[in-house]
């Protein structure tokens, strides 16, 4: 599908600033929609009014308040403003390209929808509620659903997201670089996680190839522990990393039920992802790992 102008949701946070700059490598126009305008932005007020620019070619929602926030208390008010950063935006946006010529949509989700059972999942699973984090993943998903002959739509559900400048990696970066990084909890949890440019990548891939619709993983093909990533992330540092974050001191800085995101871990494969040809950059845990060592690091797209 050729891109011209896509209007990307979210698009002033990590992952969505990030898809704006390879789409703009690619010499394709975005159009932000953001709490607050600007250039080459509208309000989500203005979406709800005037709907979607006439001339958009595609839609990408990956807005959302960040979960881990640790100045952010576990409030109902905070859970409330979680779900309605999610779900309330993506239905805006369903509405909208409804009512347009895009011709696909394309949102995030996260692989909280399959329980951290152990068990092998792939995108040809279907799993059932089982927390707030699995439900809000299902309402998620469930607001992006587009009338039949509308906008060819995707789903990508989202493992932990690696990039030197947003996320897990930039949080941790300094305790690791100063010998005091370690594994959270037991580090037995099962870790699904994806190098930010392949995260993009995939989004472009979404976003280009017409064949692509539906769910699809946005995981790596190697599976790991979370010990395994603590390792591996020390090595490329030439670090220690023996110094565990006990489950009680995440609990009570995150709550218990936020806490499990970083607790436990779902055993996830992206078997569709695979199948649509999709290739990954950053494959396996190392190759990430021994790029974030690199002490004057540039993310580049």
Known sequence: MALKHVVVGGGTGYIGSCICTALHNLNVRTTVISRMPGPKRITWQELETNGLPKDTTAVINV???????????????????????????????????????????????GV?????????????????????????CHDWEAAAQLPKDSA??????????????GGMIQQTFLPFF??????????TQYMPWIHIKDLINLFIHALKNENVTGVYNGVAPELITNAEFTKTFASS?????????PAFVLKALLNEERAKIMLEGQKVHPKRVLESGFKYEYPTIKEACDQFGVLFYKEEY
Do not use: H, M
């Open 63 to 109: 807005a959302g308040l960040n979960i881990l926030d640790f100045k952010q208390r576990w409030s109902p008010g905070f859970k409330q403003n979680v779900f309605n950063s999610r779900v309330k935006t993506t239905q805006e946006l369903a509405k909208a390209v409804a009512c347009s010529d895009a011709k696909a949509f394309v949102t995030i989700s």
């Open 112 to 136: 909280a929808y399959y329980p951290p059972d152990g068990k092998d999942y792939t995108e040809n699973d279907k799993c059932e509620k089982y927390d707030f984090l699995s439900g809000l």
């Open 152 to 165: 060819r739509q995707v789903t990508i559900r989202s493992g932990v997201v690696l990039g030197r400048t």
């Open 178 to 187: 100063f010998g005091v990084g370690g594994p959270l909890g037991s580090g």
């Open 237 to 245: 540092l030439s670090r220690p990393a023996f110094i565990p974050l």
